[in-house]
């Protein structure tokens, strides 16, 4: 029995260090909803994992939402590629139960997992939490959002959850990209012309990873031709997952020509275009 409450309250701890802000009886029912506890109330490994990503990604979006509650009457959160809607839930858990306002749209392609994601969000009654069925670059949104969020959604669809977020005017953007193939393919295909640019790309290893760091430096500089102040960092260590690098973004004016400019000189050097450079019409205006 007292083996029994000591491990409850080391979960308590547990859970507390994990999602500060969050109610904990109603967060441990969620988790087990979510199979981030087992039906027992354990913590396993990958949940474990999971859930420190979530908090990183929680700690260094809080200013992001600080300061869109703050400015906003009723703010609008978009999490894009969104899965189980991990995040989702537990943003809404740590910080819009707090709240009297503000609304979370998680949009996910797969239609089980926004149905089962709906009736979670009826059942522990996150009334400001809608789940939408569809493409990202298609989803219906309000025509205003203010942060726009998108964890490992995979290769272009990280792409497109920066569009719609600049499209909308977002005050906020944080994506952690996933896997990236498109630019690999690219600097395949046709690649840089000068001679020492192209030995950049001769190996498929060495595309793969120049293609990778490539599509997220495109990603920033779109970002800052685009107005927004960029910051690049590492979502949590190593040991958690590969991909880990969040890209965020404050909207601080309309556009930054240099930035245009240097995104322009990158991509033609290189020879790709990128989705996001497809998608997205130039920052500056003619
Ligand atoms: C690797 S999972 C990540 C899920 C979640 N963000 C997380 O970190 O737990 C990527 C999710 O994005 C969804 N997805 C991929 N491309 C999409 C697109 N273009 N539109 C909507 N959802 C997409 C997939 O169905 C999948 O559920």
Redesign the pocket.
């Known amino acids: 029995m007292r083996k029994k409450v000591d491990r409850g309250a080391a979960l308590a701890g547990e859970l507390a260090q994990l999602l500060p802000g969050a109610a904990p009886e109603t967060t441990a029912e969620l988790l087990k909803d979510l199979h981030l506890l087992t039906r027992e109330g354990d913590l396993n490994a990958d949940a474990r994992r999971k859930l420190k990503q979530i908090r990183h990604l929680l700690q260094l979006v809080g200013p992001a939402l600080d300061d869109v509650l703050a400015r906003h009457p009723d703010p609008v959160i978009v ?6 809607s ?2 989702g839930f537990l943003l809404y858990a740590t910080r819009l139960v707090r709240e009297s306002k503000g609304r979370m749209i998680s ?4 239609a089980e ?1 926004v149905a089962a994601a709906s009736e979670r969000a009826a059942r522990f009654g996150c009334a400001r939490m809608t789940a939408v069925a ?4 298609e989803a219906p949104l309000p025509e205003r959002v203010h942060v726009v969020t998108a ?4 290769d272009t ?1 990280t792409d ?1 959850a920066l569009v719609r977020a600049v499209t909308a005017g977002a005050d906020w953007i944080a994506v952690v990209p ?1 896997c990236q193939a498109e630019v690999a393919r690219q600097l395949g295909d046709g690649g840089p012309s000068e001679p020492a640019l192209a030995a950049l790309c001769a190996h498929p290893w060495h595309r793969r990873e120049l293609g990778s760091h490539l599509t997220n430096v495109v990603r920033a500089l779109a970002l800052e031709a685009h107005g927004y102040a960029v910051t690049v960092t590492e979502l949590t260590g190593w040991e958690h997952s590969l991909k880990n690098e969040l890209i965020l973004a404050r909207r601080v004016k309309r556009f930054d020509r240099a930035a245009q400019e240097r995104l322009d000189e990158l991509v033609a050097r290189f020879g790709i275009t990128p989705a996001i450079v497809r998608a997205l019409p130039t920052a500056v205006p003619t």
């Open positions: 999490d894009c590629g969104a899965g189980k991990y995040l949009i996910e392609s797969r997992l569809g493409a990202i670059a964890l490992h959604a995979c669809a497109d996933c």
